[in-house]
């Protein structure tokens, strides 16, 4: 043996070299030295064996020497820069804790190692997303860490390294399956999950399909967490504020739980996380689950004027308390909604999840049942309207529109797509509606996907009034309306409260060529061998002459709660002649969607008219008639039949809303983050009688966590409310404070304060 060599053989073996020593695992020792050693020296053997040999030792009894093995490389610790990287892609506002990234974009770790990376050595990473990730449905990628970028697919770059520590950039697709993954490491030996994180939609980035390139609009349709919808009809368009809260603590988690509790997810798993890339697809998944219909999604639709075991639908402020009551319920539907409910919990998912999305109404919206896009609309000859039918006219109608490319209809169609989550018709045997291009239904292409129809006539059908004599079973066309469906389409503008007209978006100029071409084109794909006529899409001629008669009913007086409704029927004579004429009209409270309440009022009477002569005759409804009867949308539709002998019917028709009292909101000091400040609420009771069972509920995102529910004193007519309360803002900027009060006489009155909140 070597001089200055000793080898040592014993619990911890150690080859001296010189000065130097090395640990020699047990496991490098040869089978053949560990056979020897144990030959000779057995383990109770205090000397070393080679001691008991004289020196030189023999060569055959000398284990063939080794270098030691390092240690195997493990990870330590891995630092996600969370705050960092959240900045970067546009996640910072989310109070949920995770990791929150958007795909397309790199986001950078730093990993520690137990030693240093040596040159030819590998490491590699696993993203995974799904209960059943796969490579080739592109649930789970497999990728090294490379010195180079990923050419658009998952990859992992090392930027920087400093002794054990490495800074390494991942890259994900720009079209990933968007949800929760798990980021886990290979090594040569070993593969350790490192953690999770959530990826959304990015619609910073060009490559994404929901890229949208106006910073404001980017702003307003993603970042916005509070808005407005507007509400009531074409001749009183109102406005109630939503509070979207899509950044609120638990709220993407709840989002992403929506997709989870889908029909699809639950059919086929695999597939429905495979297909969350594509922003069309998670868009009519959504439309379907937020309505309860089918699936236990999250909202249950009612519109018959009683609520039983839930929330009359005006009573919500916003999105955030329906969301948590859903999760808090076990995933069972929240009772109740109506249009703009549905259409505000959409708008707060798509935002959530990335994509740019906005809240759409449309004034004298249509519901054709039947797809011969007109809408049959019935009274009877003493004026009152009749539920015959399955057509129907509603005040408004609120949808959403969500901003993506179109790659199965072509780039031409693509930008703003309708999506409906109102539970109106089923679509592929569920209640689910959308995506529907709104290129294409102002185009009438009627045959492209999905719903184009339905949405279509929602904007355009024609209005055809009928009347219904059930004691002779007989039924006449009555008149024919081109222009009433699909008025004053109105969104929030960006970056401010006023309202956005889109409707020419949606169709040409009313009564314009253009506009009727594309009624008759849309027309000719849904009914290919139908003929069109001078009047309509169906060719419809009225059965009598036109009447000699004109009308309309003209507001009087005060439209509020608690007072009585003044009208005046205006009559007028067309022609030369004298006219009797015999009016038979009728009043009934209505919820916004034409659903008939209750019947309030009627009166009938013969009215002669000189030739060219205007009357007016007055229509008077008190509180004690409607009081009882009047629903949350403070509706009354007033109607008359008009009839001069030997003539068609003139039917006039109008539905006023009634205001209700003011509720005020006043901020009592300057607002600051994290500094409590008191608001004050003043409502008055304008009644001669009292109001009790009296709710304040209070909510806006970044000015307090949760809701506030306060319940407030009856009041004796005519009796001031002051109440005071306390906000606790989180965030500054402009946040929306929104309040919901209600009592006994006043189911939902509506307040909304912008607060401008200060460092």
Known sequence: MAAGVKLLLGCQPVLEVGESKIKVRADSVPDEGRFLAHRWLPSCCALPWYKRYPDPVPETLIPPLQPALESDLEPQNINWQTTSNRQAHHTDKYYNQNLILRRGQSFDVSLTLNRPLRSGESLGFIASTGPSPSESAKTKAVFPLSNGTSGGGWGAQLISQTDNTLT???FSPANAPIGWYTLSIQGNNFTLKLGTFILLFNPWLQADGVFMSNQAEREEYVQEDAGIIFVGSINRIGMVGWNFGQFEGDILNICLSILDNSLNFRRDPTTDVARRGDPKYVGRVLSAMINSNDDNGVVAGNWSGSYPGGLDPRNWNGS????????????RPVRYGQCWVFAGTLNTVLRALGIPSRVITNFNSAHDTDRN???????????????????SVWNFHVWNEAWFVRTDLGTSYSGWQVLDATPQERSQGVFQCGPASVIAIREGDVNLD??????FAEVNADRVTWIYDAYRNTQKQNSLDTHTIGRYISTKAVGSYSRMDVTEKYKYPEGSS???????KAMG???PNSS???TSAGGMANEDREPSIAGKFKVTGILAVGKEVNLALMLKNLTSDMKTVTVNMTAWTIVYNGTLVHEVWKDSVTISLDPEEEIQHPVKITYAQYEKYLKADNMIRTTAVCQASDEAELVVERDVILDNPTLTL?????ARVRKPVNVQMLFANPLDEPVKNCVLMVEGSGLLLGSLRIDVPALRPKERSRVRFEILPTRSGTKQLLADFSCNKFPAIKAMLSIDVAE
């Open 514 to 520: 253009q506009e009727r071409k594309v009624f008759e």
């Open 532 to 534: 069109f006529g001078p």
């Open 373 to 391: 896009l007109s809408v049959d609309v019935y009274y009877d000859p003493k004026g009152n309207p009749l539920d015959k039918g399955s057509d």
């Open 450 to 455: 999905f719903d184009m129809p339905f949405i």
């Open 525 to 527: 794909k849904l009914k």
């Open 666 to 670: 006043e901020l009592l000091d300057q």
């Open 320 to 331: 955030v308390e329906i969301l948590k009551e859903w999760k808090r319920s076990g995933f």
């Open 168 to 170: 390494i950039s991942i």
